[in-house]
């Protein structure tokens, strides 16, 4: 099993600053990647496939990198609604598997 | 509008049975794979397993091979997940999502509480 790692587990930022986080794999996943964003007392939404491709929807603030095992979500200027937890996925193996999230508060 | 709702919340005693269920609409249900995902109390997303209604082939992640069973019946669009004998330790929300390697439609979720 691919075991992710997120980091860090808490991000505290200001509104309109930068927040960049990460998401590392136990093993290469190519870019079999994805990024979730949950909002307390909702179900997860789909931000970014294949490490960087938006959803339909996903703000252009939003952008994902990184290849490998090693990815990157940028979120370029946090706004109110962007606070939440965001999850990273991969679907390169079975079974597959998330990170354990990364909470971005408002600082 | 592609949507998957889900069963309303459930309350069970340690021991009993429940199947919890998610309807697929908008889109050709039997033709694309649902997940179930786990989301215990305060904690992350646990990919469970998954199913392809067209044919019921499922997978299952190691963790929860024979401790639950999902199921589809394509000709009501609806998957579903049970279990046999409920313990505490299953106290969660659990979430179905069409699944094409990555989940891109979500329902809202459905609440299990296990209490005696």
């Known amino acids: 099993e691919i075991v992710m790692t997120q980091s860090p587990p808490t991000l505290s930022v200001s509104p309109g600053e930068r927040a960049t986080l990460s998401c590392r794999t136990s093993q290469i996943v190519s870019t079999n990647l994805a990024w979730y964003q949950q909002k307390a007392g909702q179900a997860p939404r789909l931000l970014i496939s294949g490490a960087s491709t938006r959803a339909t929807g996903t703000p252009a603030r939003f952008s994902g990198s990184g290849s490998g095992t090693e990815f990157t979500l940028t979120i370029s200027s946090l706004q109110s609604e962007d606070f939440a937890v965001y999850y990273c996925q991969q679907y390169d193996n079975w079974p597959r598997t998330f990170g354990q999230g990364t909470k971005v508060e408002i600082k | 509008e592609v949507q998957l709702v889900q069963s309303g919340a459930e309350v069970k005693k340690p021991g009993e049975s429940l199947k919890i269920s998610c309807k697929g609409s908008?889109?050709?249900?039997?033709?694309?794979?649902i997940a179930w995902v786990r989301q215990m109390p305060g904690k992350g997303l646990e990919w469970m397993g998954i199913?392809?209604?067209?044919?019921?082939?499922?997978r299952y992640s190691p963790s929860f091979q024979g401790q639950v069973t999902i199921s589809a019946d394509k000709s009501i669009n609806t998957a579903y997940l049970q279990w046999s004998y409920l313990q505490a330790s299953d106290t969660a929300m659990y979430y179905c999502?069409?699944?094409?390697?990555?989940?891109?439609?979500w329902g809202k979720g459905t609440t299990v509480t296990v209490s005696s």
């Open positions: 199913i392809y209604p067209g044919v019921s082939d499922t």
């Open positions: 999502a069409r699944h094409s390697h990555y989940m891109d439609v």
């Open positions: 908008g889109y050709d249900f039997s033709t694309h794979w």
